[in-house]
């Protein structure tokens, strides 16, 4: 396993070697966000699992297409029957704006957090409602083989016949004939045959404002189809993978399945991924709970439970430090640690900037190096990844503090090693904001403290002490040490 | 003209009272870029000149909705005749990619540079492909209308039939007769019935990768096609304000003019907006031209005919100088200055802040206020509110200097005067990019000023002088005045 990627599929339930369709070219496909509301924490951890992804194939040199998708119509506030308002049109009632206007608002935050988070921009970032046409011709296409039936002016997808040909519920689990126990009885499902099929497309309430015209009515795509006919349409039939939280296996990305493999006769992905969620006291934090908080809450601290802000590099480094199949509790305590760990990680790099070499090496780069591709190797594994650095931490620090010997070669290999995993894949960055204030800042500072230095030098006591309590007093702690004085924010 | 906005509409040629059709709401519709090439200089001043119409008539409680569009289909390269290659299209067979790949990037490019000179985000920002089906139904009613005829797949607009009843050119002033005369016979024009007929929706050939399926044909619509169908549909018809730079009026503007026009029977627009180009060595910048510089060569000074980089507010104000309607030629020697004049202005707002109050004004806030007022409602007159914001400078200084005097009322005035014109109306903002940072840049060197202070005091001239010495070295030269040392940044 150690210099082949393994990626778990959850279509086959295991940890599986990574060989694309048609290398060196890669294509994946995430489910992107239905923009009706700010992102919370739970959609920065989907976008960085698959930022996470995207990067490291690329370092591997894949030539990557990254894809995902914005979700402007269609989605239907119970996602489990497809019945409901339209969650964006819902939105624009309360706020009396035009749907779009609501798309566009939440879309324009969501950029914006994403850059926040240092996420990458995905290649293409197809919308929903941009590609009408395209889904019409799907359910045609439904139509033509027998897999959707017409009724009022919707079309449905029929799960039975579906199920007869191909087994529906590989992804998931599911049983069909659960789902038919389970129904409830909801407005609209009478004109189904069975409660379980979905929506390909609906014909539009006379007061619904987003609907076109169509062969069957004015009306509007179900939910699940954009997926499968954007992806199909920028990515091909069949492509690599396909990426989205866990909560969409059932129904949204099972529904994919079913459409596409009807479509098509084979089954569209070859490895589904899919992150864990966060939870809150145990709970998944999700809108529909409403125990969410958004990003610009975390980033600004104003919310109830949170004790503090918290930069977008420190929830950035709270989400890898979990590995994205497993669950992520929030806590301050956590969001805290990992404020401090990644303080004490970026610190390192910096000494890493200043470190002296020997002519021999006490330490050993390369091992530290393949210990790293392997944590990534291995289905993605950031926190192991990051556990190893902090070893690196360690070798840094004793080679700064004289204990161990580096030479240069090594050393060169180190900064590259750290400049790879901590800037390229796990894509964190310096917290500071403009690096040439910061700059200047301790150019002035070093001015002061060689005036301290001097004053000292001259016994002149009063100036030493003064600038050192003048500089405290702005948060700067000087630290006298018998090869001078530096310096460091308290 | 004092209290009520005029603004210069194209099509009666002349200033005209600014009544929107429903008070207090305003649509406003501008022409976005066609995104395959990174923006230049052109691309900043229109979206600078509409942005100030947003931010002036948000100001003036006017309920705006501003819509702008991204051209990501049926842009062909020869504007003039709508022939030639897929200027997207084109670009991503140049550089191996995707046509949305194409413009997923330049997008990008185009929102971050937007952001960069601090406009503000339309509320909804259409996309020509996300708009096929709207655009056919277009097609279908001037069919229906007689105003279009299909041959071999392509529709076109029928220009004698319109011109018959509603007479063409109205904004331009172009004459139908005078086209015919000028038109050169080109690929694909022998299928028309005149060679001044624009398409309206163009079969694709095989190899053309952007393609929908539609009632005449596998193809695309008209590049003119998408703004008369999304402007109707996000503003209704008719709206109040299209906006658009003064290349657009033909035969862009035209043609949506009687696109529109033959579908509904009435003009779409009631105010037609069009500001002036930039001009280098007195040509039209633009990207045909190939003399163009991009707005990120602006930012990092990198290109030839650059002697330095300018900051995005250099570049914006520079753009603010100059009245919207006057062409307006680049040269280092008026960005520099446009740089100085802005950090002067600033450097005032900055002064402001601590000015002294007393008990008597023996300078007059209102009139200037007036002023202020009067400019911007004389058709979005930002020069002239610039240098009465200039003559405010030399009021803010005068009394700094204590020769002249401010009341406690007037100055809260003077200061919401500023806040609103300079920031909230000319969308200027702060240069630096970490406020605190500089904060504590500042604070270290006030520092070094006292400690400097008493070395003086106690005739310790060798450590005054290093500490001038120094900080000189660092940029930051060191004034003496009678009041004690003060310092700026050379």
Not at 109 to 129: C, G, V, W, Y
Not at 341 to 349: I, P, W
Not at 382 to 399: A, E, Q, R, W
Request: with cysteine; net charge negative; aromatic share 10%.
């Amino acid at each position: 396993m150690s210099n082949k990627l393994f990626i778990y599929n959850s279509l086959t339930r295991k940890k599986e070697e990574f060989q694309p369709l048609n290398p060196p070219f890669v294509g994946i496909y995430v489910c992107g966000p239905t923009v009706y509301s700010n992102p919370h924490l739970g959609h920065a951890r989907a976008n960085i699992v698959f930022d996470i992804l995207f990067r490291y194939l690329k370092q591997l040199d894949y030539r990557v297409r990254y894809v995902r998708n914005i979700t402007d119509v269609g989605h239907l506030e119970n996602e489990e029957t497809g019945e409901g308002e339209d969650k964006i049109a819902k939105k624009a009632r309360q706020e009396q704006l035009e749907p779009m206007e609501v798309v566009q608002k939440y879309m324009n935050t969501f950029h914006k957090n994403m850059l926040q988070l240092n996420t990458l921009e995905p290649d293409i970032e197809p919308r929903a409602s941009g590609h009408i046409i395209e889904q019409q011709e799907m359910v045609k296409v439904l139509l033509d083989k027998g897999y959707a039936y017409e009724v009022n002016g919707s079309v449905y997808f029929d799960m039975e016949k579906y199920n007869r040909e191909h087994k529906y519920g590989i992804l998931s689990g599911r049983v069909l004939e659960e789902l038919k126990t389970n129904a409830r009885t909801l407005e609209g499902q009478d004109e189904k045959r069975n409660s379980f099929d979905f929506a390909l497309w609906k014909k539009a309430s006379p007061e619904h404002i987003m609907q076109w015209p169509s062969p069957w009515s004015d009306g509007f795509p179900g939910w699940h189809l954009e997926c499968s006919v954007m992806s199909m349409k920028y990515l091909g039939d069949p492509f690599d993978i396909h990426g989205g939280g866990m909560d969409l296996q059932f129904p949204h990305h099972e529904c994919e399945i079913a459409q596409s493999t009807a479509a098509t006769g084979r089954q569209p992905v070859k490895y589904w991924m899919h992150n864990n969620m966060i939870t809150i006291n145990g709970q998944k934090m999700a809108r529909s709970l409403n125990n969410f908080i958004t990003l610009d809450e975390l980033f600004s601290g104003e919310h109830k439970v949170l004790e503090q802000a918290y930069s977008p590099m420190a929830i950035r480094f709270f989400i890898l430090q979990a590995h994205y199949r497993s669950t992520l509790d929030f806590s301050n305590e956590a969001l805290y640690a990992a404020q401090k760990g990644l303080e004490r990680l970026m610190k390192a790099v910096e000494t890493l900037a200043v470190l002296q070499i020997s002519d021999s090496s006490t330490v050993s780069v390369s091992e530290l190096k393949d210990k790293c591709y392997r944590a990534m190797n291995d289905d993605l594994n950031t926190p192991i990844l990051i556990s190893h650095l902090f070893d690196g931490v360690k070798m840094i620090n004793s080679v700064n503090d004289g204990k161990e010997k580096i030479q240069a070669n090594d050393l060169d290999d180190l900064k590259n090693l750290y400049n790879l995993f901590v800037y390229d894949v796990l894509g964190l960055k310096e917290v500071k904001a403009d690096e040439k204030d910061d700059e200047l800042t301790g150019k002035v500072i070093e001015t002061l403290l060689s005036i301290r230095h001097e004053a000292k030098h001259n016994k002149d006591w009063k100036t030493a002490d003064r600038i050192r309590d003048e500089l405290g007093a702005l948060g700067i702690v000087i630290k006298d040490t018998k090869d001078g004085a530096s310096w460091e924010k308290s």
